[in-house]
């Protein structure tokens, strides 16, 4: 008797519960997966083949679009879980290549299948989005160039309740560290979360943090990525239908010399 397809035969999309995994993991373990040694490693070619098709695959794309060889991933979702938001983004913002960056391996499976049914069934689209199996809390300077990034996206991490499990969180003084070297000045982190404790320690790390300021009410209300930061993603999905409250924190990376001139 055949097994039952991974693959939804109406519309090609994989389907999620072939690829199930635990909600959260410690990302302090070790995990055994590749990661470049530098960002000049980073094979664009296996990510966005239409823009950067390798030796091998050049002849069979070459005539789809130019190839700019100086196109960089500017988005990077970090814990991108099932990839409902860079699907959005990826239409939104159509010339911009992003990433997902996530630990878990089935659900990096499926967020790679996913795209890729997408690209098969809309010819032309998805081409500037990917994902990639990491742990970001240590090697996200092996993937991205100082100043690199425009945006960054942590929605509904994992909130580590117990305080011994603290340091495992995604946003915290030190790891902002890393986030600010990756992110172009004026370059946006956003934060979201169910749970009021970790929003309010999210909201404080951010505000404590000298490279980086609160976003305006006047721009979060005019910036297009905002709404889909509780309605793109599986969680956000099920916030909502639970009727939950969200806690919102968005915050602008800024220059030292802004901090020294008072500006």
Same mark, same amino acid.
């Given at each position: 008797?055949?097994?039952?397809?991974?693959?939804?035969?109406?519309?090609?999309?994989?389907?999620?519960?072939?690829?199930? +995994?635990? +909600?959260?993991?410690?990302?302090?373990?070790?995990?055994?997966?590749?990661?470049?040694?530098?960002?000049s490693e980073v094979d664009y070619s296996s990510h966005y083949p239409h823009y950067y098709p390798s030796e091998e695959t050049g002849n069979e794309v070459g005539n789809s679009? %130019?190839?700019?060889?100086?196109?960089?991933?500017?988005?990077?979702?970090?814990?991108?879980?099932?990839?409902?938001?860079?699907?959005?983004?990826?239409?939104?913002? %159509?010339?911009?290549?992003?990433?997902?960056?996530?630990?878990?391996?089935?659900?990096?499976?499926?967020?790679?299948?996913?795209?890729?049914?997408?690209?098969?069934?809309?010819?032309?689209?998805?081409?500037?989005?990917?994902?990639?199996?990491?742990?970001?809390?240590?090697?996200?300077?092996?993937?991205?160039?100082?100043?690199?990034?425009?945006?960054?996206?942590?929605?509904?991490?994992? %909130?580590?309740?117990?305080?011994?499990?603290?340091?495992? $969180?995604?946003?915290?003084?030190?790891?902002?560290?890393?986030?600010?070297?990756?992110?172009?000045?004026?370059?946006?982190?956003?934060?979201?979360?169910?749970?009021?404790?970790?929003?309010?320690?999210?909201?404080?790390?951010? +505000? $404590?943090?000298?490279?980086?300021?609160?976003?305006?009410?006047?721009?979060?209300?005019?910036?297009?990525?905002?709404?889909?930061?509780?309605?793109?993603?599986?969680?956000?999905?099920?916030? +909502?239908?639970?009727?939950?409250?969200?806690?919102?924190?968005?915050?602008?990376?800024?220059?030292?010399?802004?901090?020294?001139?008072?500006?």
């Open positions: 008797m055949k097994g039952k397809p991974k693959s939804n035969s109406s519309n090609g999309l994989p389907r999620k519960r072939f690829y199930r +995994a635990r +909600a959260h993991c410690n990302p302090l373990s070790d995990s055994h997966f590749p990661v470049p040694t530098a960002p679009i %130019p190839k700019p060889r100086f196109k960089k991933i500017q988005f990077a979702d970090v814990g991108c879980g099932f990839g409902g938001l860079l699907i959005s983004l990826s239409t939104l913002f %159509p010339d911009t290549l992003m990433i997902g960056l996530e630990i878990r391996d089935k659900v990096t499976e499926y967020v790679n299948e996913r795209i890729l049914a997408l690209r098969e069934t809309n010819p032309g689209k998805y081409q500037n989005v990917s994902v990639v199996r990491t742990n970001s809390m240590k090697y996200i300077p092996n993937f991205f160039e100082k100043g690199q990034l425009s945006k960054m996206f942590f929605l509904f991490p994992d %909130p580590h309740f117990k305080e011994k499990n603290h340091r495992r $969180r995604v946003i915290s003084t030190h790891l902002l560290d890393e986030y600010a070297y990756t992110l172009q000045v004026g370059g946006i982190i956003y934060t979201i979360t169910d749970v009021e404790e970790l929003g309010e320690w999210m909201k404080d790390c951010l +505000a $404590r943090h000298p490279l980086f300021e609160e976003v305006s009410q006047k721009e979060l209300e005019s910036d297009p990525v905002v709404k889909l930061l509780s309605s793109a993603t599986e969680e956000g999905q099920k916030v +909502a239908r639970n009727g939950g409250e969200t806690f919102l924190a968005v915050y602008k990376r800024i220059a030292l010399s802004e901090i020294e001139n008072g500006v």
